[in-house]
T-cell receptor, first 112, second 113 residues
Framework: KQEVTQIPAALSVPEGENLVLNCSFTDSAIYNLQWFRQDPGKGLTSLLLIQSSQREQTSGRLNASLDKSSGRSTLYIAASQPGDSATYLCAVVGNAGNMLTFGGGTRLMVKP | KAGVTQTPRYLIKTRGQQVTLSCSPISGHRSVSWYQQTPGQGLQFLFEYFSETQRNKGNFPGRFSGRQFSNSRSEMNVSTLELGDSALYLC????????????FGEGSRLTVL
């Protein structure tokens, strides 16, 4: 059974800092890994999707890497801003269609 | 293009009642998935429908059921509500272009008293 873990569970940083969020998964047989953002009481917004054949994806100040063999992914946020405050979730897709297995999330607060 | 629409956004029920939640996927998307989010268990997969057929099912009791209509709209039903069913229920649709590429709605917040 796939298990996804995110560390840390919560993070508070001053504005402008670069930061790294971590995600690990137990079964390396995945199709892809995604990072989502969730604002309080809202749905999920997809940030980056890394397919199993890829090592990383970039979008603006965000960069996500994937190491399937070690079962790890990192989300790097450059020059953090207060608007980045949210919960960040990683999820993996195995071989069962669109069934995502989510980590517990990292709650990020960026202080002005 | 409109996103995934879920109704109602908020609802309050009492134990023992039943509830039906609705999801309209993005136009052209034929796959609809449902997830439950609670503070204790996080996000958990409920089920997925594709072309009116349940394709995958998570580890939830039979009180949780769903269906999909010919226009791809989906409903999920929870019968005999329990306090632990209080959660944010999220619906997501997919174009089936990339496995797991889901587009989520804003969710339906269910409170069971």
């Amino acid at each position: 059974k796939q298990e996804v873990t995110q560390i840390p569970a919560a993070l508070s940083v001053p504005e402008g800092e670069n930061l790294v969020l971590n995600c690990s998964f137990t079964d390396s047989a995945i199709y892809n890994l995604q990072w989502f953002r969730q604002d309080p009481g809202k749905g999920l917004t997809s940030l980056l999707l890394i397919q199993s054949s890829q090592r990383e994806q970039t979008s603006g100040r965000l960069n996500a890497s994937l190491d399937k063999s070690s079962g790890r992914s990192t989300l790097y946020i450059a020059a953090s801003q207060p608007g980045d405050s949210a919960t960040y979730l990683c999820a993996v897709v195995g071989n069962a269609g669109n069934m995502l297995t989510f980590g517990g999330g990292t709650r990020l607060m960026v202080k002005p | 293009k409109a996103g995934v629409t879920q109704t109602p956004r908020y609802l309050i029920k009492t134990r023992g009642q039943q509830v039906t939640l609705s999801c309209s996927p993005i136009s052209g998307h034929r796959s609809v998935s449902w997830y439950q989010q609670t503070p204790g268990q996080g996000l958990q997969f409920l089920f997925e429908y594709f072309s009116e057929t349940q394709r995958n099912k998570g580890n939830f009791p039979g009180r949780f059921s769903g269906r999909q209509f010919s226009n791809s709209r989906s409903e999920m039903n929870v019968s005999t509500l329990e306090l632990g069913d209080s959660a944010l229920y999220l619906c997501a649709s997919s174009l089936e272009r990339i496995p797991g590429e889901l587009f989520f709605g804003e969710g339906s917040r269910l409170t069971v008293l």
